[in-house]
């Protein structure tokens, strides 16, 4: 069985075989060598709403991370399209943060990608770009995005959209 460890330094999320014997303890990160604590039964942590933050700026998402834990949500992060479906596809997180511009397969691709999974398609997904172009927004509800959301943004804002749509889901009635 795979599972999901998050990094609590880096809070990338990365995949473990779930190997009944001889689990260890801890095992060091792929991507910055801390420890992180294997915990049986489950996840490394649990928190309130889950996140995903798809980007390909480190630093972008470790900020990103470390608000959203402070928020009270548990974060996880991929570095691109293909692992943040494959993230989301496992993890059924609650929201899914998604830059635009990324190498490899881009924003807007990977959110055609989620919302063809029935699995995936009522996630809200929120777009994060600092492009000025007037058909984005358009291109973006086409892809299936629930808004669009542009740079520069402090990352409270991030934290306050996210709360204010949850909240709003949770108090709407169901159809």
């Given at each position: 069985?795979?599972?999901?460890?998050?990094?609590?330094?880096?809070?990338?999320?990365?995949?473990?075989?779930?190997?009944?014997?001889?689990?260890?303890?801890?095992?060091?990160?792929?991507?910055?060598?801390?420890?992180?604590?294997?915990?049986?039964?489950?996840?490394?942590?649990?928190?309130?709403?889950?996140?995903?933050?798809?980007?390909?700026?480190?630093?972008?998402?470790?900020?990103?991370?470390?608000?959203?834990?402070?928020?009270?949500?548990?974060?996880?992060?991929?570095?691109?399209?293909?692992t943040g479906i494959e993230?989301?596809?496992?993890?059924?997180?609650?929201?899914?943060?998604?830059?635009?511009?990324?190498?490899?397969?881009?924003?807007?691709?990977?959110?055609?990608?989620?919302?063809?999974?029935?699995?995936?398609?009522?996630?809200?997904?929120?777009?994060?770009?600092?492009?000025?172009?007037?058909?984005?927004?358009?291109?973006?509800?086409?892809?299936?995005?629930?808004?669009?959301?542009?740079?520069?943004?402090?990352?409270?804002?991030?934290?306050?959209?996210?709360g204010e749509f949850l909240?709003?889901?949770?108090?709407?009635?169901?159809?």
């Amino acid at each position: 069985m795979r599972r999901t460890l998050i990094c609590p330094k880096c809070h990338l999320a990365q995949p473990m075989e779930d190997a009944e014997e001889r689990r260890p303890a801890e095992v060091p990160c792929g991507n910055c060598g801390h420890p992180i604590k294997v915990k049986v039964g489950g996840a490394s942590t649990s928190r309130g709403a889950t996140i995903l933050c798809i980007d390909d700026d480190r630093i972008v998402l470790g900020t990103y991370a470390k608000t959203l834990e402070r928020a009270g949500y548990r974060p996880l992060i991929a570095l691109d399209g293909p692992t943040g479906i494959e993230i989301a596809t496992r993890e059924r997180p609650a929201v899914i943060l998604l830059d635009v511009i990324m190498p490899t397969m881009h924003g807007l691709e990977v959110c055609r990608n989620l919302r063809a999974d029935p699995s995936l398609k009522d996630i809200p997904i929120f777009l994060l770009t600092a492009l000025e172009d007037i058909g984005l927004e358009t291109m973006a509800r086409k892809a299936g995005a629930t808004s669009l959301i542009r740079k520069p943004f402090g990352p409270e804002d991030i934290v306050r959209v996210i709360g204010e749509f949850l909240e709003r889901k949770a108090t709407s009635p169901k159809p």
